[in-house]
């Protein structure tokens, strides 16, 4: 159990970005509410009265301009005057409905008016501390044209409320909330880290149970499709090393098997012409052709194990050329014609006189003879082989059959697996090492070529593959 806490771990790490993004969030609502509440609310207030403004000039000259007047004036809460070019007010005049205006002296309409003539547009707008009020006003200004043709000005006073009574209310609300926000962010984000992490914490552990060779281990599944299709994963896998440890295990046994065998059968019989036949030259020579027969199973077995590497190892280099797989099947089986003779094997094989294809001619002698040699294992009592080789469309398809007990077809997509035997009883073959179908195997797939295998219990089974007939 850790003691110290892992700062790279998933959980502290989502707890981490967690409680940072509250603290963000606290402190752009800190900003935009008490940092930059004033210029906001200064900025909002002096769009305001330029809209009021500039709506009043667009309105001037309509018969009812009065009462637009009023109505602005008492609505959004401003002071709207018009004055004449001497700074005196001339409209709205003095009425219980009007709100008081403020009294200018000579010096700050004259300013207000000379700001206005000074102005290219014809328009001011600008902030001016009331000495009355002793608070900051805005002011807005825009020349009017008068129907005898002096000049007018209207004259807009919005007063700016101070907010920081309210810029204390609500800081000290942003505290409540921080405070809160922190505290529940503290404690979701630890929930979800530790839900998060949960399923991905019960898959490593299972995975360092399965990489201590349990391959019974179960990964189980959590509450998110990515560690669900994770988890599917490491079954399988699971599952599949199981099946390769369990292939392991049958060719290590195998191959010890066929190694032993013929080395026991060695050194009996040279202990036999030691001992016994040394002087007897018709025993002799039957004895040392059982060693000589026994040193080349070792060898073929040895071949087929470098074979079966090299291939593996080196699948891409294929040397494609046109030939007759007719003829090349036929020199093949002048190497079966000792098992004919002295046991009896038949060889049907069936096709025309030739038929080319195109392939790696070596690399598909070495295919035909490891089929015809495991059928030669495994064909029946009456040790009779079929070869069948015909044209199908811009293929070849060539079959070897024999006439054992079949494969069941539960173990059909097995038998391509190295030293894989049928119902896991091994034993000493006729001819072969028991890995020639896994090297035919990895030479057709290096070739893209179809292959497979069809049987049925005690009818047989046949084996076939296609080739190209042209580039």
Same mark, same amino acid.
């Not at 007018?152 to 920081?164: E, V």
């Not at 290590?252 to 066929?258: G, K």
């Given at each position: #159990?850790?003691? @110290?806490?892992? #700062?790279? *771990?998933?959980? =502290?790490?989502l707890?981490?970005y967690?409680?940072?993004?509250?603290?963000?969030?606290?402190?752009?609502?800190?900003?935009?509410?008490? =940092?930059?509440?004033? %210029?906001?609310?200064?900025s909002?207030?002096? +769009?305001?009265?330029?809209?009021?403004?500039?709506?009043?000039?667009?309105?001037?000259?309509?018969?009812?301009?009065?009462?637009?007047?009023?109505?602005?004036?008492? !609505?959004?809460g401003?002071?709207?005057?018009?004055?004449?070019?001497?700074g005196?007010?001339?409209?709205?005049m003095?009425?219980?409905?009007?709100?008081?205006?403020?009294?200018?002296?000579?010096?700050?309409?004259?300013?207000?008016?000379?700001?206005?003539?000074n $102005?290219?547009?014809?328009k001011? &707008?600008?902030?001016?501390?009331?000495?009355r &009020?002793?608070?900051?006003?805005?002011?807005?200004?825009?020349?009017?044209?008068?129907?005898?043709?002096?000049n007018?000005?209207?004259?807009?006073?919005?007063?700016?409320?101070?907010?920081?009574s309210t810029?204390?209310?609500?800081?000290?609300?942003?505290i409540?909330? %921080?405070?809160?926000?922190?505290?529940l962010? &503290?404690?979701?984000?630890?929930?979800?880290?530790s839900?998060?992490?949960?399923?991905?914490?019960?898959?490593?552990?299972?995975?360092?149970?399965?990489?201590?060779?349990?391959?019974?281990?179960?990964?189980? @599944?959590?509450?998110?499709?990515e560690?669900?299709?994770?988890?599917?994963?490491?079954?399988?896998?699971?599952?599949? &090393?199981?099946?390769?440890e369990?292939?392991?295990?049958?060719?290590?046994?195998?191959?010890?098997?066929?190694?032993r065998?013929?080395?026991?059968?060695?050194k009996s019989?040279?202990?036999?012409?030691?001992?016994?036949?040394?002087?007897?030259?018709? @025993?002799?020579?039957?004895h040392?052709?059982?060693?000589?027969?026994?040193?080349?199973?070792?060898?073929?077995?040895?071949?087929?194990?470098?074979?079966l !590497? @090299?291939?593996?190892?080196?699948?891409?280099?294929?040397?494609?050329?046109?030939?007759?797989?007719?003829?090349?099947t036929?020199?093949?089986?002048?190497?079966?014609?000792?098992?004919?003779?002295? $046991?009896?094997f038949?060889f049907?094989? +069936?096709?025309?006189?030739?038929?080319?294809?195109?392939g790696?001619?070596?690399?598909?002698?070495?295919?035909?003879? +490891?089929?015809? *040699?495991?059928?030669?294992?495994?064909?029946?009592?009456?040790?009779l082989?079929?070869?069948?080789?015909?044209?199908?469309?811009?293929? =070849?398809?060539?079959?070897?059959?024999d006439?054992?007990?079949?494969?069941?077809?539960?173990?059909?997509?097995?038998?391509?697996?190295?030293?894989?035997?049928?119902?896991?009883?091994?034993?000493?073959a006729?001819?072969?090492?028991?890995?020639?179908?896994?090297?035919?195997?990895?030479i057709?797939t290096?070739? +893209?070529?179809?292959?497979?295998?069809?049987?049925?219990?005690?009818?047989?089974? %046949?084996?076939?593959?296609?080739?190209?007939?042209?580039?």
């Open positions: #159990m850790k003691n @110290k806490l892992d #700062m790279k *771990s998933l959980k =502290v790490k707890w981490t967690f409680i940072l993004f509250a603290a963000t969030i606290m402190t752009i609502l800190w900003l935009l509410q008490i =940092v930059f509440l004033n %210029t906001y609310y200064k909002m207030k002096t +769009n305001e009265i330029k809209k009021i403004g500039d709506s009043l000039v667009a309105e001037y000259g309509k018969d009812d301009f009065e009462d637009i007047i009023y109505t602005t004036s008492f !609505s959004r401003v002071i709207i005057q018009i004055l004449n070019e001497d005196i007010p001339i409209f709205p003095n009425t219980s409905f009007n709100p008081r205006p403020p009294k200018f002296n000579s010096m700050d309409s004259r300013k207000f008016i000379d700001k206005l003539e $102005d290219n547009q014809g001011i &707008l600008y902030t001016i501390e009331d000495s &009020l002793g608070r900051p006003t805005i002011v807005y200004g825009a020349v009017l044209q008068g129907e005898d043709g002096e007018l000005y209207l004259y807009i006073n919005g007063l700016l409320d101070p907010i920081d810029t204390f209310v609500l800081k000290n609300q942003l409540i909330v %921080t405070i809160i926000s922190l505290l962010a &503290l404690g979701l984000s630890f929930i979800i880290a839900k998060i992490s949960k399923p991905i914490t019960q898959v490593t552990n299972a995975a360092s149970v399965l990489a201590k060779g349990n391959y019974n281990v179960v990964f189980e @599944k959590g509450d998110y499709t560690i669900d299709d994770l988890v599917a994963t490491l079954n399988y896998t699971t599952t599949e &090393l199981s099946k390769i369990e292939l392991r295990r049958d060719l290590i046994a195998n191959v010890s098997h066929d190694l065998t013929p080395l026991t059968l060695i019989y040279a202990e036999m012409i030691r001992d016994i036949s040394g002087n007897n030259p018709e @025993k002799r020579q039957s040392v052709d059982v060693i000589i027969d026994e040193s080349d199973r070792l060898t073929r077995l040895v071949n087929d194990i470098l074979d !590497s @090299k291939i593996e190892a080196d699948l891409n280099q294929i040397d494609y050329k046109e030939f007759d797989i007719v003829r090349t036929k020199e093949i089986l002048k190497r079966f014609l000792i098992l004919e003779e002295k $046991d009896g038949i049907r094989l +069936n096709c025309s006189d030739e038929i080319k294809v195109y790696d001619e070596k690399k598909i002698e070495q295919v035909i003879y +490891n089929l015809i *040699s495991n059928a030669v294992n495994f064909t029946g009592d009456n040790k082989v079929f070869i069948n080789i015909k044209n199908v469309g811009d293929f =070849v398809k060539y079959e070897v059959k006439t054992g007990k079949g494969i069941p077809e539960e173990e059909l997509n097995h038998i391509w697996d190295r030293y894989y035997m049928v119902g896991k009883t091994h034993k000493r006729v001819i072969g090492t028991g890995l020639g179908l896994s090297i035919v195997k990895n057709l290096a070739h +893209n070529s179809d292959f497979g295998v069809e049987s049925h219990v005690n009818q047989g089974t %046949t084996f076939w593959f296609q080739l190209n007939t042209n580039k």
